[in-house]
T-cell receptor
Framework: AQSVTQPDIHITVSEGASLELRCNYSYGATPYLFWYVQSPGQGLQLLLK??????LVQGIKGFEAEFKRSQSSFNLRKPSVHWSDAAEYFCAVAGGENKLTFGTGTQLKVEL | GAVVSQHPSWVICKSGTSVKIECRSLDFQATTMFWYRQFPKQSLMLMATSNEGSKATYEQGVEKDKFLINHASLTLSTLTVTSAHPEDSSFYIC????????????FGNGTRLTVT
């Protein structure tokens, strides 16, 4: 069965600092990997996804993620965080594009 | 871009009553829609896959008689929480994908259900 682990429940960074959110997955074949962001009381917005090809994926809002098969990881990064990036971030894995399994999320707080 | 609309965004109901939540794809047709449930401070759990014109496929542990799903058209799926109880209070989110190949999954903004 597929699973996703986001080891950090909360992360606090200063505005302008770099950010890395960790995601480890478990899946028997080549996974489809996603990062979503959720603002309070809202739905999810897709930041980026990896299906195949280049292991460094560029997303919206200046985010990127790198797929590392050897580490079963798909960490999300941003060079310089903005206060508006404060939200909850979910990593997800799917065998296809349909049934997603989500991690438990990482709550990002940005200090001004 | 593609938009998925969920209605209502929040609802309060009394224990024992039923609540219907709508999920509409506004500018695309969706053969398949998905319903998720999110408990406070937790991740989203897939409840069921809704297929247009056929019965929904429920995940293990989800009561199909309690969470009725209807996908009557290519742009609308509904989730009805029947005989709601306080433990059904949660955040329900739907997602939908256009019928064309490799189209992304779009999420609604969710419905906050509170059962008193």
């Amino acid at each position: 069965a597929q699973s996703v682990t986001q080891p950090d429940i909360h992360i606090t960074v200063s505005e302008g600092a770099s950010l890395e959110l960790r995601c480890n997955y478990s899946y028997g074949a080549t996974p489809y990997l996603f990062w979503y962001v959720q603002s309070p009381g809202q739905g999810l917005q897709l930041l980026l996804k990896y299906f195949s090809g280049d292991t460094l994926v560029q997303g919206i809002k200046g985010f990127e993620a790198e797929f590392k098969r050897s580490q079963s990881s798909f960490n999300l990064r941003k060079p310089s965080v903005h206060w508006s990036d404060a939200a909850e971030y979910f990593c997800a894995v799917a065998g296809g594009e349909n049934k997603l399994t989500f991690g438990t999320g990482t709550q990002l707080k940005v200090e001004l | 871009g593609a938009v998925v609309s969920q209605h209502p965004s929040w609802v309060i109901c009394k224990s024992g009553t039923s609540v219907k939540i709508e999920c509409r794809s506004l500018d695309f047709q969706a053969t398949t829609m998905f319903w998720y449930r999110q408990f406070p401070k937790q991740s989203l759990m897939l409840m069921a896959t809704s297929n247009e014109g056929s019965k929904a496929t429920y995940e293990q542990g989800v009561e199909k008689d309690k969470f009725l799903i209807n996908h009557a058209s290519l742009t609308l799926s509904t989730l009805t929480v029947t005989s709601a109880h306080p433990e059904d209070s949660s955040f329900y989110i739907c997602s939908a994908r256009a019928t064309r190949q490799n189209s992304p999954l779009h999420f609604g903004n969710g419905t906050r259900l509170t059962v008193t």
